[in-house]
């Protein structure tokens, strides 16, 4: 039986994060293009992609400082200026861009003034910082970005992958709108400390890595090698030993998919998407079909007992293997 509904030709669906901040169901994630997946994709291909995403109804575009670096926000930028009062473009701040941290206002302001160049826009529609600096107070942090809103050049505050203290003390500065974590089928720890704050506080969910860095897709097996760049190559969750162990999750999606109509990824982000109505996951990728698929999702119903089923088998699943290396892992505020 097919339980989706008829596939609009664009994503109308809209959610709203905290602050009134509306945006589509489903955003795109941009970093693969330039970063983190192996060689940068030629600006056209990647102008092609992020307009389709418009084309498809996908209005909330995620970049940052640090892919490229800088590389990315020239891009997104370039490529949504003929619809820039149309879209929302989320950027971060936040390293130093020698391997650490830096949330310093100066460095803040400084490197603002930097994305707004980049991205050719008077205001950034929302400011992450990319990861929570132990050495410079939030509070400083949420008071800078609150001197950038009432200066117009920011309109809304979020942060990344922060835990629940470091949400309350900024959220007491200024407000945040949305928290970015990685959440999906199999890393579900946000839902334990992290949602509930988020739901008290009015504050939108933003999960990133939604289908697993394409684990749960179902085309990456035991045996897929990583090209060179491809940070999924140093990633203690994507040994082959750990992707053969974790293949049962993905082997109940794959059934979910068969029975429903759909694929393994609108699963996965349906799943995420009936969790509450103000997360809005943002997948990734590099070929304008996925995209498609992607933003299809929001167009598969998942009957309560399909999504029983998947949270079982997830809450089953003992995923193996960290989802960053030692060094990387330090930047988890938790």
């Keep these: 039986m097919d339980n989706r509904s008829e596939a609009p030709a664009r994503l109308t669906s809209r959610r709203t994060l905290g602050g009134g901040l509306e945006v589509s169901a489903i955003g795109l994630g941009c970093m693969g293009l330039s970063h983190g997946y192996g060689p940068a994709v030629d600006d056209r291909d990647g102008i092609a992609l992020i307009r389709a995403a418009v084309e498809q109804g996908i209005t909330f575009f995620d970049t940052a400082q640090v892919y490229g670096p800088f590389t990315n926000e020239q891009l997104v930028g370039k490529a949504l200026a003929p619809v820039r009062d149309e879209v929302v473009i989320a950027t971060k701040f936040g390293f130093d861009f020698a391997g650490g941290l830096d949330s310093r206002p100066e460095h803040i302001r400084t490197t603002v003034e930097d994305s707004l160049r980049r991205l050719g826009v008077d205001t950034i529609d929302l400011l992450y910082q990319h990861r929570v600096d132990p050495d410079v107070p939030i509070e400083d942090v949420a008071g800078t970005v609150r001197e950038l809103v009432a200066a117009g050049k920011v309109r809304h505050f979020g942060l990344s992958e922060a835990g629940v203290e470091v949400i309350r003390r900024a959220h007491a ?153 030692e060094n990387m892992q330090r930047w988890i505020n938790r």
């Excluded at 992290?194 to 990133?208: A, D, H, K, R, T």
């Excluded at 990456?220 to 090209?227: A, V, Y």
């Excluded at 609108?266 to 996925?290: D, E, F, N």
Aim: charged share 20%; net charge negative; hydrophobic share 40%.
């Design 173 to 325: 500065v200024q407000p945040v709108a949305a928290l970015q974590s990685e959440y999906s089928l199999w890393w579900r720890e946000p839902e334990e400390k992290i949602l509930p704050v988020l739901l008290e506080l009015g504050i939108g969910l933003v999960p990133f890595s939604p289908l697993g860095r394409g684990f749960l897709t179902g085309a990456i097996t035991p045996t897929t090698s990583f090209e060179d760049g491809d940070l999924r190559g140093s990633l203690p969750r994507f040994t082959e030993q750990a992707r053969a162990a974790n293949q049962d999750l993905v082997d109940l999606l794959t059934a979910v998919a068969g029975r429903t109509g759909a694929t393994n990824a609108q699963v996965a982000l349906a799943w995420l998407l009936a969790q509450h109505p103000s997360i809005v996951p943002i997948p990734g990728t590099t070929k304008i079909p996925r995209l498609v698929e992607n933003a299809g999702a929001v167009g598969v119903d998942l009957s309560t007992t399909d999504l029983a089923e998947i949270t079982a088998a997830s809450d089953k699943a003992e995923v193996q293997g960290d989802r960053y290396p």
